[in-house]
């Protein structure tokens, strides 16, 4: 119909419509962003545009007359083109738009959005026109996109936290397979559905849930928020979980995201160190940091308020050394637990059951209305102490010696109440243990002056403010000096002279005599290569030091002095140890091995002070002594005292019977020297000769060897 009417056109008008055709033509050949294709009824391009050009690749002249199926239709599609087409340009259906995958000359596949349009031409022909947009950026940006979400899909599925959506309505919106797993469900769902439950708790503290919330309301975050949740089965977990809300460009809120972090072996491992910090690893009771923590609370709280009475017991078991010495410390340490277990059904169930280390216990008790009530546990616990032990080696009884300080105002820190309890079992001990002793302030300052000694003294051994003196000891019968004695000397600022009688045995209770030991002995070493370099006539001098009874602990000692020796460049010989004859009371068969193995050194073994202590015959026996000093109690007055004159002799004696040799100490007269000599002892020590003297006076007494 419309090639009729067409027919009727003048030729004017005909004229006018191709000049309005070419300008069409003109304007689709130009546009440059329209790829446009004219194909006539054999499906020939009759129509090409620079566009179409940019999009496949041909050229306007090659693509003129070419058949579309061969120059841009893929294989499989070309055939049910071919016919769409053709069916069209006959009177048929028309195309619709559609995505489709072209080919450019280079046989790539160019994806392109296509419209199509059938028009009649001035010879009445019908022919197709397309236009085919260039779809190569946005599917560029599609897959970009794809990939884009696949790579967040995975991590958000791979990833080891826990991640989450939930609406404004509290309603989980979608969670990672991470948080299924972590919070034991069988899949996204279930969890979903299950903690959206308003009756499900899932924060084990509900007022934590309600926190979070807050926080989330005010700020629109929470960050790394640590709380305790249910997992499906009912278990426990920590959790740390960090959220934000997510709003739109408006600022209106659409849902908020979170992560989740399981934190239960990190707050484990945090309460682990919490109880450690505040416990005792042998008996699992509290420490001395937990016991001070509650009296510094007791302390603030008695300032503000005077009432509740409470007191603070001292427990330390009485020559508990000598079980670990000769039982072992494996079964030292049972029986700590065994006696802690006591003392703990000895008390009531508020009382505080400490270990101090060692064999101290102590005891804070509160809420008590009257002081009877202290004793009454007092003697309970000690009495529960005193109780026979049987174990596989026999059975054993322990005493304890019990300070106690009672609560006042005039405590301010527990620091002082520590040490007030600790000077009140010092008292007990002193009085033969057993029974407690409760605080009084009269036990103060001397106790006070002695821990500041002790500050004193470590001040004085870091700045080397401590110097030795030597005193010489002379063979009795030739009078000649055969070495020397090296003798602590403590030059205070204040005080002047401090005696080592004063300071050793402080040094000895709070370990400083291990620095202070090892001091002396390298600088008596020392001193003695010293002297040897400097005179061929000291070459057989020998020098004694005082071995504390307390570095017989010291499972190093006889590596040290070998080391010391070697350091110094002397013969074991050279060196003689002085251990005070009280001292081996104490001592347990174990230690004995020490002195064998410092004789292997070649070290002279001296007993200090002998006739002081209690040594037993059969114990002197065991010993490989070399040198036995008679202490100066028995040489005073030795020139008028018949009876001392009768010890000092004995003690020669029995000194001989056992291959030693006898050094007297304190000589001060020469009828003294005398009688010693008439007994046979072969060697002395004291005033009559020389005080203990500094290195340089020392030096006069081996010129004039
Ligand atoms: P000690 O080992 O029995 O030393 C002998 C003490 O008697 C020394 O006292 C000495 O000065 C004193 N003395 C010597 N001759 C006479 C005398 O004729 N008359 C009188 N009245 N006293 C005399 P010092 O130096 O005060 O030492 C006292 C104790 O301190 C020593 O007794 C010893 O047990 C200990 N000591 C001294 N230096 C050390 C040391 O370096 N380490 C250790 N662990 N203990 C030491
Ligand atoms: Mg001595
Ligand atoms: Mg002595």
């Not at 484990?268 to 940091?289: F, G, K, M, V, W």
């Not at 216990?361 to 000690?382: H, N, S």
């Not at 529960?384 to 005493?399: N, Y």
């Amino acid at each position: 119909m419309q090639t009729n009417s067409f027919l009727r056109l003048d030729i004017r008008t005909q004229a006018i419509l191709r000049e309005s055709e070419a300008r069409f033509r003109r304007l689709f050949e130009e546009i440059p962003n329209i790829p446009m294709q004219g194909y006539d009824r054999d499906r020939r391009v009759i129509f090409w545009n620079q566009a179409s050009e940019r999009l496949y690749g041909y050229d306007e002249k090659t693509a003129m007359g070419q058949r579309i199926e061969d120059l841009i239709i893929p294989g499989e599609l070309r055939e049910p083109i071919v016919q769409l087409i053709d069916n069209w340009i006959a009177g048929g259906p028309a195309i619709p738009p559609a995505e489709l995958e072209l080919l450019n000359q280079a046989g790539e596949r160019v994806p392109v959005f296509s419209s199509h349009v059938v028009l009649e031409n001035t010879q009445g022909y019908r022919e197709m026109y397309c236009v085919d947009l260039d779809l190569r950026d946005r599917k560029q940006a599609e897959q970009a996109i794809r990939a884009s979400e696949a790579k967040y899909r995975s991590i958000f599925e791979n990833i080891t936290q826990g991640l989450f959506q939930i609406d404004s309505n509290g309603r989980y919106i979608s969670v990672n397979p991470f948080l299924v797993t972590l919070l034991g469900y069988d899949s996204a769902e279930v969890l979903m559905t299950h903690l959206t439950h308003p009756e499900q708790p899932f924060y084990v503290d509900p007022n934590r849930y309600c926190e979070l919330l807050q926080q989330l309301n005010k700020t629109g975050e929470v960050r790394n928020f640590e709380s305790q949740v249910y997992r499906r089965d009912g278990s426990k977990i920590w959790i740390s979980e960090t959220q934000n809300a997510v709003r739109d460009s408006q600022g209106i809120l659409l849902y908020y995201e979170g992560r989740l972090e399981d934190i239960t072996l990190r707050h484990q491992a945090e309460a682990q160190l919490r109880y450690d910090a505040i416990h005792d690893p042998l008996t699992s009771l509290y420490n001395r940091a937990y016991v001070a923590e509650q009296l510094e609370q007791i302390l603030q709280w008695q300032g503000s308020n005077r009432q509740g009475l409470w007191a603070l017991l001292l427990i330390d078991l009485d020559r508990f050394k000598v079980i670990n010495d000769s039982l072992g410390y494996v079964v030292g340490d049972e029986i700590l637990k065994i006696l802690a277990q006591r003392l703990r059904s000895a008390l009531r169930s508020q009382d505080v059951l400490a270990r101090l280390g060692g064999d101290e216990f102590v005891i804070l008790l509160q809420d008590l209305a009257l002081p009877r009530e202290i004793f009454a546990i007092a003697t309970r616990c000690m009495e529960a102490l005193r109780l026979p032990l049987t174990l596989p080696s026999g059975t054993f009884s322990v005493e304890a010696s019990m300070g106690i300080a009672q609560g006042t105002l005039a405590y301010h820190s527990a620091d002082e109440v520590f040490r007030g309890a600790d000077i009140a079992m010092y008292r007990a001990k002193a009085e033969g243990g057993g029974h407690p002793v409760l605080f009084e302030q009269e036990m103060h300052p001397r106790a006070l002056a002695r821990w500041e000694l002790e500050q004193e003294l470590k001040q004085a051994l870091a700045q080397e403010a401590l110097q030795l003196f030597y005193q010489p000891i002379i063979d009795l019968q030739t009078e000649k000096l055969t070495g020397f004695e090296a003798l602590l000397r403590w030059n205070h600022p204040e005080r002047g002279w401090i005696s080592p009688a004063e300071f050793v045995p402080i040094a000895e209770e709070t370990g400083l005599i291990h620095p202070l030991s090892w001091w002396v002995f390298r600088k008596a070493a020392q001193q003695l290569q010293c002297w040897q370099m400097q005179f061929p006539q000291a070459k057989h001098l020998t020098m004694n030091v005082n071995l504390s009874v307390v570095q017989l602990k010291q499972t190093d000692l006889v590596e040290r002095l070998q080391r010391l020796l070697q350091e110094c460049d002397l013969q074991g010989d050279r060196l003689k140890l002085e251990v005070t004859e009280a001292n081996f009371f104490t001592v347990s068969e174990s230690t004995l091995q020490i002195f064998y193995d410092l004789k292997q050194l070649g070290m002279g073994l001296c007993i200090d002070d002998f006739g002081t202590g209690y040594s037993s015959l059969s114990r002197l026996h065991q010993l490989p002594l070399d040198v036995l000093k008679i202490d100066r109690a028995f040489v005073d007055d030795l020139d008028f005292d018949l009876r001392k004159q009768a010890i000092a002799h004995s003690i020669i004696m029995l000194a001989h019977g056992l291959g030693a040799s006898v050094v007297a100490e304190g000589i001060e007269t020469e009828s003294q020297l005398q009688i010693l000599r008439q007994f046979g002892c072969e060697f002395g020590q004291g005033y009559w000769f020389s005080r203990p003297v500094a290195a340089e006076q020392a030096a006069a007494w081996i010129e004039a060897i």
